[in-house]
């Protein structure tokens, strides 16, 4: 057992941090708090954490502009937890280099689960995770082969492309643009329909059931996202 | 421009009450200078003053008499104001600060005294009506020469005229007091020395002070007061409609003209009227020849209808062939039972030609009385000014042609002469005399007569080629050729005068017409203004602005040129035209320095706001002869800007009730919601604290849930109302939406069973997905909070010709027939048994907000086997998406 990891917890709000760090010690974290920006960005080098959850709405400065400033000076795992709802602020916080992104009010186990999962994420994006199972579909990323309950599906090259961005991280939103730039060229970022199309071609063919979809969850307005797989 | 309006004093408002906001004037009233008024003004303020009421002193004269300048003591005299004039200063009454002092009553003498230029109002008793509109009780005094209507009758016996004169209507709702004394005792106190006489007038005066005029002037004096009297009374009697036996139906017209006695004319008019108590109009018959009106001339009729209206006359300008005419007609239009026109000042010569209006207008209206009154003395002697009219000769090019005319017939005639040996070559003469008199008018067609008798009488008379008249049946030939260019040119003329005046009323109409048509099809009132101001402007080739009222003084609401910009004088102009309802500025009586005239626009509700005209040279915005047209043309741009307002404030009620009744029922429906969720998780935390219960945690975190989705569907119907919503639309494939919004309802469906019917082939649609997503979830809600328990709920999706459509069927009560549109409005909540199942009623208006946002239909409907509910979302054909070919693309 490695030692415990680091949560941050930047939010202006007393009852929030309060509510956060009894669940985060509880799932067994260690917690550090930060009431502002200016202080987030101190803690960032003294607590060295591993995760941090930031409140967009801090007094001393928004906290998108956050975003990037931690992403250059920690390894940290971010995660925005805000109750700016609109979609916008959400792909602007994912395309800045967020992580993940919680809507304000949070259901603590879904809170939970996204740091697990974005913990996870540094681990396959260190050493390069061989394959991906999610429920009864394992994805092989360095055959580059996809197998239903043991037996091969045929991929089309784009749908392999799009599915192979979202295994890379389990669990992690990836925008659209994120999504079309990687499969696509730049000209067609903003053509949603291409990847919906993609993407219900790859649930007919993975989803047990494509009417309610358990591999690959939409996220509104955002994005995809690869079913956590726990 | 200082407020007047009124503290609110207990005893200010117990005077207003008493006579409805006006001030009461009384006068003192003397038959010439010297008779005491002032003193007796005084005493009668003193008296008022020791009975309690609040006087000020305004402006008192004491001339240096020690009696009378006792009598001030003791009251408060309000200072008077420093008015700078030519290196001089002048001093006037200070009316703004008698208007913020507010006493109940002020002493004005002189009410006829002209102010300082410079000061708010040319005359003091324009000064003392703004007092009483504030309603503050005046006391003035006045001679008897200075009244309007009498000024004349004064001057006639006294050989003086005074230039200061007060209209007669200032004195018509007065009290007035004579103040009498002997002429005798008026003359002994001349003699002492008792009476002020200006240095400058004193010359004059000797004649005025005789006794026989003293005598007349008594006279003169005490009938204007038993009139005024008399008017008070019968105005009494009609008001208490106590008999109806004066004179009805007198009526008088008075003509004006640019004549220069006019002003006479009128003031005579004035007397007759009031003699009769008949109401009076003076009328300007407006004809050809008005338009070659020297501006002086018109400028006196202008001044002779400004004072009849002064006078309390109604004035008119009335546009005919000739003046006859045009009077007699207005006389029996108007009704009019005595006309008085004045004794031409014209010479015999116009007279000859155009006939003597008076003796044609007398034979044209047998039945009314016309009365002709001579020109005054002092006044006719000053000459018609002659008019220089360029046209009178016309043009030389006329003469050429006429000539030439002359000179073909002769050389035509000579042709004749030689071939046929004809005898009546004269006869061909008569073609360029009637060419001639007809196109060119009189005097070209004299000279072609005059042409054609010397070439007849060169070239075919014997002897030929000289200018001999042998023959006298030659000389007829000569006398007839002239005749006929008379004749003619006269016929012509008026042909063309009258087609003239056609086109000139037709203009006049037309510009009428068109600025209704103008003013009709502007669609609100801003534009409404700028129209007013732009056909204004092109109407009287002017600069025009419009102003409305506000809190703190009028302001700009269309201007044309739009650069237009207003000085502080020219907005005292326009507030003072608000708020006494009368035109203010350049010509016009009050605050005439400012370069813009400024005319109400109103309506039987008041003064809507106020337009002003100016003229880039700086002169007079509007000629007296447009004046009728200004005003019929403001009148309607009055009625079109008050219908609007009307329709605006209607509107605004209509939304202010509605608004109200949404509040009041968002209130309901706001304290039941969240209370009720409250109520549950206060009392299941109660039960937690005595035992830890599992069953009850999971009710506290439902129960939060349904607050959290109530405060989101507040906040969406906040959007959905102030009409921002802001639209984010992408491709969006139905069964992720449909899956989204299943797995965020799957808490409030428990108990449900999901039946999942959408096609995955179904095309895209382009929508915004969080408004769609919360469409989904209000209508996932509304059917799992009405559905019977343990019921389906279906989730059919279909692809039809017209487009897509999605529908939410549920098996419950359904929604009760004929209520199915209703159940969109806002907090319609259905009646009955569902009361009981909460929900804000809120859902459904937002489903219906936002998807009608999205250009998406939504239908509710009654089911019959199972019994229940659909809801159809219809995605019509624009909303869906070809679907790209993907592996393709780059």
Known sequence: MTARNKVLVVDDEQQIRRLLRAALVRADFDVAEAEDARRALTALETEKPDVVLLDLGLPDRDGLELVPLIKQRSQATLLVVSAREATDQKVTALDLGADDYVTKPFDTDELLARVRAALRHRVTAQGGVPSVTVGDVEIDLVRRRIFKAGVEVHLTPKEYGVIEVLARFPGRVITHAQLLKSVWTHEIEHHVEYLRVVIRNIRQKLETDPQQPRLIINELGIGYRLSGGD | MRQTENRPEPEALLRHAAQEGRGRLKVFLGAAPGVGKTYEMLSDGTQQRTAGVDVVIGVVETHGRQETEFLTRGHEIIPRISIPYQGHTLTEMDIDAILERQPALVLVDELAHTNAPGSRHPKRYQDVEELLDAGIDVYSTINIQHIESLNDVVASFTRVRVRETVPDRILETAEIEVVDIPPDELIERLKAGKVYIPEEA???????????????????????????????????????????????????????????????????????????????????????????????????????????????????????????????TFAREARATQIVVGKSARSWWFEFRHGSVVDRLVRSVSDIAVHVLPAEEGEAATPPVSRARQNRWGDPADYLWSALMVAGVTALGRLLFAILDLENVALLYLVPVMVAASLFGLRAGLFTGALSSLSYNFFFLPPTGTLTVSN??????????????????????????????????????????????????TANEEELMQAICAELARLFDARAVLLLPSGDGPQLHAAVPPENRLEQIELAAAQWAIEKNQPAGRGSSTLTASDWLFHPLRTGRGVLGVVGLARDDAGEPVRADQMPMLMSLLDQAAIVLERMQLERDMRGIEQLRERDRLRAALLSSVSHDLRTPLTTILAASAELKRKHTPQLIGVIEAEAQRLNRFVANLLDMARVEAGALRLNIEATDLTDAVASAVHDTR?????????????????????????????????????????????????????????????????????????????????ARIEGSDRTKGGTGLGLAIVKGFAEAMGIGVFAANRVDPRGASFTLTFPNALLMREPNVEKTR
């Open chain 2, 472 to 521: 006298p049946e030659n000389v007829i030939t000569i006398v007839v050729l002239l005749g006929v260019a008379v004749v003619t040119s006269q016929f012509a003329a008026r042909v063309r005068d009258q087609a003239d005046l056609a086109t000139s009323s037709a203009r006049q109409n037309a510009a009428l017409a068109g600025f209704s048509r103008e003013l009709t099809v």
């Open chain 2, 202 to 328: 004193s010359r004059a005066l000797n004649h005025f002070f005789s006794k026989s005029n003293l005598s007349a002037l008594r006279e003169l004096a005490l009938r204007r007061a038993a009139q005024a009297v008399d008017a008070q009374m019968l105005d009494y009697v009609r008001a208490h409609a106590l008999a109806g036996s004066f004179a009805a139906g007198e009526r008088v017209l008075v003509a004006v003209s640019e004549q220069p006695h006019a002003l006479g004319l009128i003031r005579a008019t004035k007397r007759l009227a009031d003699a009769l108590r008949a109401p009076w109009t003076a009328v300007h018959i407006e004809t050809r020849r008005s338009r070659d009106l020297s501006d002086a001339e018109r400028a006196s009729v202008a001044e002779a209808l400004a004072l009849a209206s002064q006078l309390g006359a109604v004035t008119a300008t009335i546009p005919a062939a000739d003046v006859v005419s045009g009077l007699a």
């Open chain 2, 747 to 827: 808490h409030m469906l428990e108990g449900h069973a999901i039946q999942l019917e959408v096609p995955p082939a179904l095309p895209l649609v382009r929508v915004d997905p969080q408004l769609f997503h919360h469409c989904l979830i209000n209508l996932l809600d509304n059917a799992g909070r009405y559905a019977d328990p343990d019921t389906p709920i279906v989730i059919r999706g279909a692809r039809s010709t017209d487009g897509v459509t999605l529908a939410i069927l549920d098996e419950g009560p359904g929604i009760p027939p004929g209520r199915e549109s209703q159940i969109f409005e806002t907090f």
